[in-house]
């Protein structure tokens, strides 16, 4: 058996299997007290917003209500489910990673520090993705189907915190394969789906590009999951 070989299986195993995490613990919690808190203050204080996030992820008809009345991406409400799904997304991350034994070297930090590290990680790439969406919007003279793409985006995100809560939690504290593909299974479905329903609102936008559709894809959406995938694969066979 070549080395590597082991933990190439490891993650692709179908067979729901216990497993020690020693990750979880006291700084796991905070962390579910953080998104409960988040989504609390965003019910109480904004009656309606989860259900409207809820319903304009899958009706183009609610989201361009949603989208026309309500600043989607800088109100109060927006910034903290926007910030509830990085929580969560940062926390699916972390567990994966320790769960298939990835990296190995994660075990000379803590467990919480290495959170902390994907979490600041993640705050940066979307800004980057929203940095490149407004030049390429600039570029092509497309801002309006920009605006609408990447309320869409935000809007899907804001669904995929939401969703995925129930996954990752129960997984901190009892640790099962088929909760990590499920949440995965998931979160890729959703991205298809946003990307799909973000060219659909982008179809029905006068000055639509789809040269620029095609740019943004390519160097925003796939290029990032392409060098995840090379990465991974160089480490799975070189180790």
Not at 83 to 88: E, R, S, T
Not at 95 to 117: D, H
Not at 128 to 145: C, E, S
């Amino acid at each position: 058996m070549y080395p590597g070989t082991i933990n190439f299986f490891h993650i692709l195993a179908v067979i729901p299997r216990e497993v020690s995490q020693p990750g979880a613990g006291a700084w796991t919690t905070w962390v579910f007290i953080i998104c409960l808190s988040l989504l609390s203050i965003t019910r109480y204080f904004f009656p309606g917003r989860i259900r409207q996030i809820a319903t304009a992820a899958w009706s183009i008809r609610h989201f361009n209500i949603l989208h026309k009345e309500t600043n989607i991406t800088g109100d109060t409400p927006g910034i903290l489910l926007k910030l509830n799904f990085i929580l969560v997304l940062s926390l699916l991350i972390y567990q994966s990673i320790e769960y298939a034994e990835l990296l190995p070297e994660i075990a000379m930090i803590s467990p919480a520090r290495f959170y902390t590290i994907i979490f600041f990680l993640i705050v940066v790439f979307y800004p980057a993705k929203n940095l490149i969406l407004r030049v390429l919007a600039w570029v092509f003279q497309t801002r309006t189907a920009s605006t609408a793409y990447f309320g869409n985006i935000v809007v899907v995100n804001q669904f995929a915190g939401l969703a995925l809560m129930p996954l990752v939690f129960i997984h901190a504290y009892n640790p099962n394969s088929y909760l990590v593909y499920s949440a995965w299974l998931v979160f890729a479905l959703l991205n298809l789906y946003k990307v799909f329903r973000g060219a659909l609102l982008g179809f029905h936008t006068a000055g639509f590009s789809m040269y620029y559709l095609f740019l943004y894809l390519c160097g925003v959406e796939l290029a990032p999951l392409l060098l995840i995938l090379k990465a991974a694969s160089e480490y799975l066979f070189n180790n």
